[in-house]
């Protein structure tokens, strides 16, 4: 073979790999990339994001629903009066104007301007017409009611994939029902761009986020929201939180708390407003705990109603403490009745005492104090009760009258409530039924969790309460002709090992009407300054909401006045 | 009987290939209009949501009782019963 055929055939030999490495270069190593490309020619891949389900209260209302708004951007290389653009966004995007200047003062392409722009102010800014401003469309959660019920519903943020995600309250529990699941869709198109309709390729179809029906009424929270602002402004106290049950269902017909925040501009709060104070903060509960540890000495049979206190005639001295009463005044002698109506600390002594710690702790046990009332919020947090070995006497007598023991306004509430239903607690609940996105209604039944007193101990403790209210302290707040339960409270606030007298949390815990209860109340006002008592702070804001609700439910008085 | 079987397979694909071409035919400008009428959808979808986030603010409380103060509205303090009167006698 000649040297000039070899070298013909080894020329062609060559040409061949660089063929084969041509080709295994396009095909393996640009595979993807070029399939991508490809792809992105053929036809279009679309996220398909699902939409967020609503949250409605009681009445249909959505007080969280869905709203598309706008992301404001800018190329600044295209922006050619930077100074003139910036003077009028600035106005429209609620931000500085040096800052807008400084934005499109830099060197790139593309620059986030603002986000969450409605589109009335998306449509005034075009009527500008400035170069090198865009908008993007931005799925956004809205709020009709502004930040009416902040608290129970939580708000709207980002995760780290720059997903939505629900953060506390509602949007925070129910997240994984309300955010639904995204799809993806591939339309075949043809050169311009158009759809070519005979090669539609659905890959998967989002599902839309599940609805929630709350028990909560739209009038009710609205109410208790604007008597609480009024009622901290008046009596100079630093917040206050109310919750408001069917004791029946234990459906939560309202819960506010202040301070609050506005949803829409969460960015704008520290992470502390975020939490509610009624399902996470513990407290010590004063005299609204008398209630329950009068209930279970009553339910044990340790006392009776008109049985009589034996060590009331003053001071108590235990353990080395002085235990007095919250005014220094004493009734030897007197019934059980009068020892909730003066809420008087040496009678709950003697009950506690009767009582004994095991029984006090087995009562308090079934009462849920120590434990999760299972309230569906995210963040509910609830302080342990000491093991039974840690009690020393001066324990069991200060727990008898709310002092050393902490509670979550909640627990706290969901306990009592047992009282207004005959001896059963129920689970607390904010939420009815949860709708599905084709409009199945899912209905959350009412739990009961169990029965800590007898129907006629709530019977006798009801009228305990009753007369707590017509004659005790609060007698003057009261709405004339109606049949309420109730008990005050004045927590002083422990500070480095003591408490304080000055500071204290002015509770108020009650039902209406006695007979057939149709809510159950807890007003908490922290640090009154007009007032330190309970009586004359709390409980006139309990009694100005309570009227406002038997009138809503239609509900006259059944007593002459 | 065999080559019966293969002449009508054979007009049957003949048959439908016919109606592949003609239908995707018929159909392949209808990508122009589902295009409008996918951003007709849009629009509307748009309206509707700016409609409904209309009538939510509109018929919030929030709104209402801040244009009732405006008003001159006040709170009803004092609710007149009009149910369960009682006996005089019982009335001390």
């Known amino acids: 073979m000649s040297w000039r055929f070899q070298a013909t055939f080894l020329f062609f030999i060559f040409l061949l790999l660089c063929v084969v490495g041509r080709l295994f270069y396009w095909q393996v190593v640009r595979a993807d990339e070029l399939s991508a490309i490809g792809q992105s020619q053929y036809g279009q891949r679309i996220k398909l994001m699902p939409k967020r389900g609503e949250i409605r209260t009681s009445d249909g209302f959505p007080i969280a629903t869905n709203t598309i708004s706008y992301l404001a951007f800018a190329n600044p290389k295209v922006v050619s009066q930077k100074e003139k653009t910036a003077i009028l966004l600035a106005p429209f995007l609620e931000t500085e104007v040096a800052s807008i200047s400084s934005a499109l003062s830099l060197n790139r392409f593309w620059i986030a301007l603002g986000s969450k722009i409605s589109a009335e102010k998306k449509e005034s800014i075009e009527k500008f017409s400035l170069e090198g ?124 708390a202040f301070p609050s925040y506005d949803q829409k501009k969460y960015n704008d709060y520290s992470a502390e407003v975020f939490k509610n104070p009624f399902i996470t903060d513990s407290y010590e509960p004063g005299s609204t705990f008398k209630p329950l540890i009068m209930a279970s ?29 919250w005014n220094d005044q004493y009734h030897p002698n007197m019934t059980m009745t009068d020892v909730i109506r003066y809420s008087d600390n040496t009678g709950m002594v003697f009950v506690g005492q009767k009582l004994g710690l095991k029984r006090m702790l087995g009562y308090l046990n079934r009462f849920g104090i120590g434990e999760p009332t299972g309230i569906d919020l995210q963040g509910e947090a609830t302080p342990d009760i000491r093991p039974e070995e840690s009690w020393y006497p001066i324990d069991v007598a200060t727990a008898s009258f709310g002092q050393g023991v902490s509670v979550t306004a909640v627990e706290l509430l969901s306990a009592f409530s047992s009282i207004a239903n005959d001896g059963i607690r129920m689970e607390p609940h904010i939420v009815a039924a949860v709708v599905t996105p084709d409009g199945e209604k899912i209905t959350i039944p009412a739990k009961e969790i169990n029965r800590p007193i007898s129907a006629p101990t709530a019977k006798v403790m009801t009228e305990i309460l009753v007369n707590a209210v017509d004659k005790g302290e609060a007698k003057w707040a009261k709405p004339k002709g109606y049949r309420i339960a109730g008990k005050t409270g004045t927590a002083q606030i422990p500070v480095e090992g003591h408490y304080d007298p000055s500071q204290t949390i002015a509770s108020f815990m009650g039902f209406a009407p006695a007979d057939d209860p149709k809510f159950v109340m807890l007003v908490v006002v922290d640090r009154p300054t007009s007032s330190i008592y309970g009586s004359e702070t709390a409980a006139p804001l309990f009694f100005t909401i309570a009227k406002n609700l038997l009138t809503y439910y239609g509900i006259g008085p059944t007593e002459a006045e | 009987m065999k080559r019966i079987s293969v002449i009508i397979l054979f007009f049957i694909i003949i048959v439908l290939s016919v109606v592949q071409v003609v239908v995707a035919n018929s159909i392949s400008t209808t990508g122009i209009i589902l295009s409008k009428l996918h951003k007709e959808i849009a629009t509307y979808e748009k309206e509707n949501g700016k409609l409904k986030d209309e009538i939510l603010t509109q018929s919030s409380y929030t709104r209402i009782a801040s244009i009732a103060g405006e008003l001159g509205y006040v709170e009803a303090k004092s609710p007149v019963s009009l149910s369960a009167p009682l006996p005089l006698a019982l009335v001390q």
């Open chain 1, 297 to 325: 000495a009553l339910d044990s049979g340790v006392v009776k109603a008109y049985t009589k206190c034996s060590i009331c005639h003053g001071p108590i001295l235990l353990g080395g403490y002085q235990i007095k009463t």
């Open chain 1, 133 to 256: 401003i865009g908008f993007e469309e931005q799925p956004s959660r809205f709020y009709p009611e502004a930040s009416t019920a902040a608290k129970i519903l939580g708000f709207v943020g980002k995760d780290e994939n720059g997903e939505d995600k629900g953060y506390f309250g509602l949007e925070g529990y129910y997240d994984r029902q309300l955010r639904g699941k995204s799809g993806l869709a591939v339309q075949v198109i043809d050169a311009v761009g158009r759809p070519i309709l005979a090669r539609m390729d659905d890959n998967s179809a989002a599902i839309n986020g599940r609805s929630l029906n709350l028990h909560i009424d739209r009038s009710i929270q609205f109410l208790v929201e604007h008597e609480l602002k009024k009622g901290i402004e008046k009596y100079g106290a630093q917040g206050g939180m109310i919750g408001i049950l069917n004791p029946k269902t234990g459906s939560v017909l309202a819960m506010a």
